[in-house]
């Protein structure tokens, strides 16, 4: 059975950071695109960032380049997301998901976790 477990979310400060991670289970990241999607609340689901699966490239939105770095540890079989200078536009829930492309994935075909709420707030 294939899990992805989100952690790491909470009440942080603007200009504060946080780190995301996605323990998985029952699949391989190395083997798989894997993302960080997050959705605010009355906005559309949007990609935050991913990592390919046959060569590593990494993509960032606009919006979190800079600030945010995307990362795995294949031993841990776990994702990562280190967000920096934490702007309250960040807040939403944020999503681990894996699948055969990242576009795949923005279509919502592959596996995602149950989420982590990230709420950036003075």
């Known amino acids: 059975q294939v899990q992805l477990v989100e952690s790491g979310g909470g009440l942080v400060q603007p200009g504060n950071s946080l780190r995301l991670s996605c323990a998985a289970s029952g699949l391989t990241l190395d083997y798989y695109a894997i993302a960080w999607f997050r959705q605010a609340p009355g906005k559309k689901r949007e990609g935050v960032s991913y990592i390919s699966s046959s060569d590593g490239t990494t993509y960032y939105a606009d919006s979190v380049k800079g600030r945010f770095t995307i990362s795995r540890d294949n031993a841990k079989n776990t994702l990562y997301l280190q967000m920096n200078s934490l702007k309250p536009e960040d807040t939403a829930v944020y999503y681990c998901?894996?699948?055969?492309?990242?576009?795949?994935?923005?279509?919502?075909?592959?596996?995602w976790g149950q989420g982590t709420q990230v709420t950036v707030s003075s």
């Open positions: 998901a894996a699948g055969g492309t990242y576009s795949d994935l923005l279509m919502g075909i592959g596996y």
